[in-house]
């Protein structure tokens, strides 16, 4: 695998230094400044991939060019919209940067509801609750008609919930699902997500699929001509929330989205994490059924936690890499053999970018201040393990050890 590093840009606290002392080599950005519609510039693209090649590294991949609401709701300036990404495609292209992640979730990209959550060893992780999700969806937010979605029991565990929360807790609450984490791009206040909610009234899942296999169908086919593939990221967590729906969240809805156009440039992230969190997502088979259109890796492990019942998705929390759920030692052997396979036909992409994704707030970063889930000191971790990991996968099979 190709070791990358997600770089928020020259605010991230965690500098291209610390990125290549990491043993990292390939870095994962985007140009967060650009809004989100507008078309990355030539200067602006080179400017930034200079700056990552000065520090010794390479800027492997894109993560994100996110796609604009009116393009996922299929609105009158979808067309021209969809040009202006066509155009980001070539210049990202001529300038040699080829892996380009993206993702398809209405108004939310990932959604936590606690970012410190206490884990058995002291450190820190990040959370996604069920009863605290539900309890802002009923009783802060106060979605129109949500109360049809839950069943009655789970309403009153969620009420029980909400009554014991603080005005700070509401609060803290509120700005962990709104605010945005780090690569998400729209902080809301409840108004104006109330807003964006219903600018989505008329969308129901077959539209919002109609509409991203209308946008593949216009952009495979410029990314091929650029030489660029592109890497749909999976719903996180993977079900319709808040009445929104979801349309990547298994792989059912992978291979449909991967038949809409054949190319190589119609690939996936395969985001262990994302997908991870529900349990009929068998993570090593998709690696060995979808792996030749895996074009990018997210290396991350949850943890289901018991559900109550009637609960309609699953509370889950982020564990260390190798633990967890995922069954990361088959993962990895599953994308070892994907790579010994194009090696074999000479495919030039043998080489799969891999970022170890999140990572525990521990040591020295619970004195400082991180972006959420991207702190060094956790995904350095991560990292070593899923290179140790590899390492010994490879050295085993050639040793003829397994
Ligand atoms: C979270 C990330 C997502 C991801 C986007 C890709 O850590 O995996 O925010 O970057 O969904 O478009």
Known sequence: MEQTWRWFGPADPVSLRDIRQAGATGVVTALHQIPIGDVWEKEDIKKRKQEIEAAGLTWSVVESVPVHEAIKRGDLEAPHLIKNYQHTIRHLGAAGVRTICYNFMPVLDWTRTDLNYRVADTSEALRFDAVAFAAFDLFILKRQGAEKEYHRDFVREAERFASNLTAVGKKELT?????????????????????ALDRYRHVDEGMLRNNLYRFLSEVIPVAEKAGV??????????????????????????????????????????????????????????????????????????????????????????????????????????????????????????????????????????????????????????????????????????????
Do not use: W
Not at 175 to 194: D, K, M, Q, Y
Not at 374 to 392: F, K, M, N, T, V
């Open 175 to 195: 700005a962990t699902i709104l605010a945005g984490l780090p690569g998400s791009f729209e902080g809301f206040t409840i108004e104006n997500f109330r807003h």
């Open 229 to 402: 593939r592109l890497a749909i990221h999976p719903d996180d967590p993977p079900r319709p929330i808040l009445g929104l729906p979801r349309v990547v969240s298994t792989e059912a809805d992978v291979v449909q989205l991967l038949s809409v156009n054949h190319s190589s440039s119609n690939g996936l992230t395969l985001c262990t994490g994302s997908f991870g969190v529900r349990a009929d997502n068998d993570l090593t088979g998709m690696m060995n059924r979808l792996g030749n259109r895996v074009n990018f890796l997210h290396l991350r492990s949850v943890q289901r936690e018991k559900s109550l019942p009637h609960q309609p998705f699953e509370t889950f929390h982020e564990a260390n890499h190798l633990e967890g759920d995922a069954g990361m030692a088959d993962v990895v052997a599953a994308v070892v053999q994907e790579e010994e396979r194009r090696q074999k036909m000479g495919r030039h992409d043998a080489s799969i970018p891999m970022r170890p994704d999140h990572g525990h707030r521990m040591l020295d970063d619970l004195n400082k201040k991180v972006n959420p889930g991207y702190s060094a000191i956790g995904r350095l971790r991560g990292l070593a393990e899923i290179r140790g990991l590899e390492l010994g996968l490879r050295h085993s099979s050639k040793a003829g050890l397994s």
